[in-house]
T-cell receptor, first 112, second 113 residues
Framework: DTAVSQTPKYLVTQMGNDKSIKCEQN?????MYWYKQDSKKFLKIMFS???????INETVPNRFSPKSPDKAHLNLHINSLELGDSAVYFC???????????FGQGTRLTVV | GENVEQHPSTLSVQEGDSAVIKCTYS??????FPWYKQELGKRPQLIID?????GEKKDQRIAVTLNKTAKHFSLHITETQPEDSAVYFC????????????FGDGTTLTVKP
C-alpha cells in the first residue's frame, strides 16, 4: 500500500499558469511537509502542517499556498508560475518531526 | 533556527572500500538525526537514524555515530557496493523546531566497480 502519494508525478506548464499538486498519507501521521528539490539536489523545506495547522512557513513566495483540508492531506497551489519554480516537489509526513519522514514519489514540475 | 552542514558534497570510492559522510548541526536541542538515501529519480528513504541518547548505531554495513558535545554525526558505510551509489542526506530535528527536519545539502556517493 502506498504510504505517501502525490499527484501528478510530472507537470509541464507555461509561465503564468496556476497549478496544484495533491498529497495524501495513510500512515496516521500528524505532520505533513512540502519540500523543494532543485537541480543541485538540495532539499529545502517550504511548509509544515501539524494537525491541519501551519507551523512552518519558510521564506517562500506568496504565490505558493498550501492547504490542509484534514490531517491526511496537504495540497500545494502555485499561482503565476515562473521558470525558477521548475524543480521536484516532495510531500512528506512524520509524527511531529520525532520520527523519520516518509516521502511521496515527487512531482517534477517544469515551467516553460 | 537549525543549520546542518554536510561534507563532502561528492565522494567516489572503489567497491569494497569504506565511505564516511559527516554532518554538523547548530541547535543543541536537536535530538533526532536520520540519514536518507536517494537513488536517481527516486524519493529519499530512511536508511538509519540515531537519537541523542545514543552514541552509535549499526545496521549491517551501515553505522552512524553521534557526538552531542561537538554537535556532529557521521554515516559510515563499509564494504561498499555499486548499489550504494546514491545521494545521501543527513538531517536534524528536535523539540524547538516544531517538527521540522533540517536537511544537509547531500553527498553524491559513487562506488566504482
Amino acid at each position: 500500500d502506498t504510504a505517501v502519494s502525490q499527484t501528478p508525478k510530472y507537470l509541464v506548464t507555461q509561465m503564468g499558469n496556476d497549478k496544484s499538486i495533491k498529497c495524501e498519507q495513510n500512515l496516521g501521521h500528524d505532520t505533513m511537509y512540502w519540500y523543494k528539490q532543485d537541480s543541485k539536489k538540495f532539499l529545502k523545506i517550504m511548509f509544515s502542517y501539524n494537525n491541519k495547522e501551519l507551523i512552518i512557513n519558510e521564506t517562500v513566495p506568496n504565490r505558493f499556498s498550501p492547504k490542509s483540508p484534514d490531517k491526511a492531506h496537504l495540497n500545494l497551489h502555485i499561482n503565476s508560475l515562473e521558470l525558477g519554480d521548475s524543480a521536484v516537489y516532495f510531500c512528506a509526513s512524520s509524527v511531529s518531526g520525532k520520527t523519520e519522514a516518509f516521502f511521496g514519489q515527487g512531482t517534477r514540475l517544469t515551467v516553460v | 533556527g537549525e543549520n546542518v552542514e554536510q561534507h563532502p558534497s561528492t565522494l567516489s570510492v572503489q567497491e569494497g572500500d569504506s565511505a564516511v559522510i559527516k554532518c554538523t548541526y547548530s541547535d543543541s536541542a536537536s535530538n533526532y538525526f536520520p540519514w536518507y538515501k536517494q537513488e536517481l529519480g527516486k524519493r529519499p528513504q530512511l536508511i538509519i537514524d540515531i537519537r541523542s541518547n545514543v552514541g552509535e548505531k549499526k545496521d549491517q554495513r551501515i553505522a552512524v555515530t553521534l557526538n552531542k558535545t561537538a554537535k556532529h554525526f557521521s554515516l559510515h558505510i563499509t564494504e561498499t557496493q555499486p548499489e550504494d551509489s546514491a545521494v545521501y542526506f543527513c538531517a536534524a530535528s528536535g523539540r524547538t523546531n516544531a517538527g521540522k527536519s533540517t536537511f544537509g545539502d547531500g553527498t553524491t556517493l559513487t562506488v566504482k566497480p
